[in-house]
């Protein structure tokens, strides 16, 4: 879902916001999705 949304390009402090989580969280989900 959040790759997703970074994919389509949306900013990672406008995920951070939108799903409630720190700007660090959504780095650490989109690092763990790439592997």
């Known amino acids: ?3 997703n ?3 389509s ?3 990672v402090p406008a995920l951070a916001k ?3 989580i720190s700007k660090a969280r959504v780095y650490q989900i ?4 790439r592997k």
């Open 9 to 11: 390009g949306v900013s």
């Open 30 to 33: 989109l690092k763990d999705r």
């Open 5 to 7: 949304l970074y994919q």
């Open 18 to 20: 939108q799903f409630g």
């Open 1 to 3: 879902m959040v790759e």
